[in-house]
């Protein structure tokens, strides 16, 4: 329909240890070629961009066919140190949890992509393992590019279970992995509902550098919100805190966070037809492939654990 649905934020490489980056330059830009032709999707037209990252080519190619669009990236001599790997030492990932999670970010980024227009845009964002698990639904806003998640009845999360034997209480969330976007339920002796809900709030407990805590008595990352109260109730818990999804973001990152991502257009008027809807989703490559959500804009590249 000849509608605008993203802008681009340009593109980037990791190579020999640095980032560059089109957006301050240190990715130059060598030459865009238009490119046109026929394979198994069909007939396409679209471009080629030729960078240079110091002595390394990075290519970056849009096809765009009758009913989609596929954009790529190649690497012409390969690329040398690309990703600190794994590391010596676990540390905390997009989840909270310890775990080799420099795997989370990417080691190049094309497309990225903010939301354009006025049109907030309805969102399901397909994550966990096993093929969307812990999908998320919400919406996505153009203005300040803000991705807002709509909670499910009985949503499917991380819990984590305190022992009977302490006595703390709960604590705000803050900017950690492990302790941001959590909600407390404290069990309560009277009353009409079984739980103290502590919205922005976490269990209380002596956290460890892996993010661990002796006080949990029960973990799971892929738990029914309403299995985890049961846990609880059996366990005879001191408190319970829940995070629907990987990381409690509408719009995932990282290996566990990555997945299909669909975009719906807002509702028409009686009559007036359907409004499209849009699916973004990796191309091939999948076991490599990776994306990650950060200030307003979805990113696509090769998976962070990727040295060369």
Same mark, same amino acid.
């Given at each position: 329909e000849g509608r605008t649905w993203f802008t681009s934020a340009?593109?980037?490489?990791s190579s020999g240890g640095r980032i560059f980056s089109s957006f301050d330059g240190s990715l130059a830009l060598r030459s865009v070629d238009p490119i046109s032709g026929v394979d198994a999707s069909g007939s396409f037209r679209g471009q080629v961009a030729r960078w240079k990252a110091e002595g390394t080519p990075f290519e970056t190619s849009v096809k765009v066919y009758e009913s989609h669009a596929i954009f790529a $990236?190649?690497? *012409?001599?390969?690329?040398? #140190?690309?990703?600190?790997? #794994?590391?010596?030492?676990q540390e905390l990932c997009h989840d909270g949890w310890a775990?080799?999670?420099?795997?989370?970010?990417?080691?190049?980024?094309?497309?990225?992509?903010?939301l354009a227009g006025s049109a907030t845009r309805g969102v399901a964002s397909y $994550?966990?393992?096993?093929? +969307?698990?812990?999908?998320?639904?919400?919406?996505?806003? *153009?203005? /300040?590019?803000?991705?807002?998640r709509t909670l499910a009845k009985d949503p499917v999360g991380t819990c984590r279970?305190?022992?009977?034997?302490?006595?703390?209480?709960?604590?705000?969330? /803050?900017? $950690?992995?492990n302790t941001a976007r959590f909600t407390a339920y404290v069990p309560t002796q009277d009353g009409p509902e079984p739980f103290t809900k502590h919205t922005g709030a976490y269990c209380d407990c002596t956290l460890q550098p892996n993010g661990t805590c002796p006080e949990w008595t029960y973990t799971d990352h892929w738990s029914k919100r309403s299995d985890c109260a049961a846990h609880c109730?059996?366990?005879?818990?001191?408190?319970?805190?829940?995070? *629907? +999804?990987?990381?409690?973001?509408?719009?995932?990152?990282?290996?566990? +966070?990555?997945?299909p991502v669909v975009l719906f257009g807002p509702p028409r008027p009686m009559g007036a037809g359907v409004e499209p809807s849009l699916v973004l989703s990796a191309g091939s490559n999948f076991m490599a492939a990776? $994306?990650?959500?950060? /200030? +307003?804009t979805l990113s696509y590249g090769v998976m962070g654990a990727v040295t060369s």
């Open positions: 340009g593109s980037w490489l $990236q190649h690497f *012409p001599k390969g690329v040398e #140190q690309s990703s600190s790997g #794994q590391g010596k030492a775990g080799w999670c420099r795997r989370d970010g990417l080691v190049s980024g094309f497309p990225l992509l903010r $994550q966990g393992m096993m093929s +969307g698990y812990a999908t998320q639904v919400g919406t996505w806003e *153009p203005k /300040n590019g803000s991705a807002v279970v305190r022992g009977g034997a302490s006595t703390k209480g709960v604590h705000a969330d /803050n900017a $950690q992995p109730t059996a366990m005879k818990c001191s408190c319970i805190d829940f995070r *629907p +999804g990987v990381s409690g973001d509408l719009i995932g990152s990282g290996i566990e +966070g990555s997945g990776s $994306q990650t959500f950060e /200030n +307003g």
